[in-house]
């Protein structure tokens, strides 16, 4: 069975560039989420989405973020325009509904802006 | 607000021993508690999850358990190995309908051969 999928791995921009990062969430699951993880701050949500609908936004941390998700197998998350403190590593998790499922994390994408 | 603590934040053993790893949380109030190992440079592996209503969870050489009322939990690895080095994670979910999870910190954890 194929994990979550995040693309790309690594990515190096400049400062203003626009980032988009993707994710592929397990065929089936029906809640998507894109946290990011820094040294400071730990492990944080940003957003979920159920059934392709965003459900709690409240840790986007501003307007220069914004998340979609077209489809049941695909969501991006897009920084415009990225600023060198958005430097950190974004994981995308999914899982099923239910109180005993576990959330799925993709290996992330490590995001350096210069 | 959920506040999730984690001590120690780091840890070194020698291959064998059992050790203990700690979580606490600040509203009681929780759906769910998971336990999840994260190796360097990769995404989190979940390795277990009580619910509420539940005391303890055990998979293999790993046993967690949860105290709602005082606000911890417990991650007890027996015989350790060089191979469980990994920073592990709590999290809890505080709401039924919302999935929301708030993460400890982590404890670096360090099994010397």
């Known amino acids: 069975d194929a994990g979550v999928i995040q693309s790309p791995r690594h990515e190096v921009t400049e400062m203003g560039q626009e980032v988009t990062l993707r994710c592929k969430p397990i065929?089936?699951?029906?809640?998507l989420f894109w946290y990011r993880q820094t040294m400071m701050r730990g492990l944080e949500l940003l957003i979920y989405?159920?059934?392709?609908?965003?459900?709690?936004d409240s840790g986007m941390p501003e307007d220069r973020f914004s998340a979609k998700m077209p489809n049941a197998s695909f969501s991006t998350l897009k920084i415009q325009p990225s600023e060198p403190r958005d430097s950190a590593v974004y994981f995308c998790?999914?899982?099923?509904?239910?109180?005993?499922?576990?959330?799925?994390f993709g290996d992330g994408t490590r995001l350096s802006i210069l | 607000k959920q506040e999730v603590t984690q001590i120690p934040a780091a840890l070194s053993v020698p291959e064998g021993e059992n050790l203990v790893l700690n979580c606490s949380f600040t509203d009681s109030a929780i759906y769910n508690l998971q336990w999840f190992r994260q190796d360097p440079g990769k995404g989190l592996t979940s390795l277990l999850l009580i619910q509420s209503s539940q005391r303890e969870q055990t998979s293999g050489r790993l046993n967690a358990s949860l105290d709602k009322s005082s606000g911890r939990s417990t991650l007890y690895i027996a015989a350790s190995q060089p191979g469980d080095s990994a920073t592990y994670l709590c999290a809890v979910r505080s709401g039924g309908s919302n999935y929301k999870l708030t993460f400890g910190k982590g404890t670096l954890l360090t099994v010397n051969p």
């Open positions: 065929s089936g699951h029906d809640y």
């Open positions: 989405f159920n059934n392709n609908v965003p459900i709690d």
């Open positions: 998790a999914s899982s099923l509904t239910g109180s005993n499922q576990p959330q799925h």
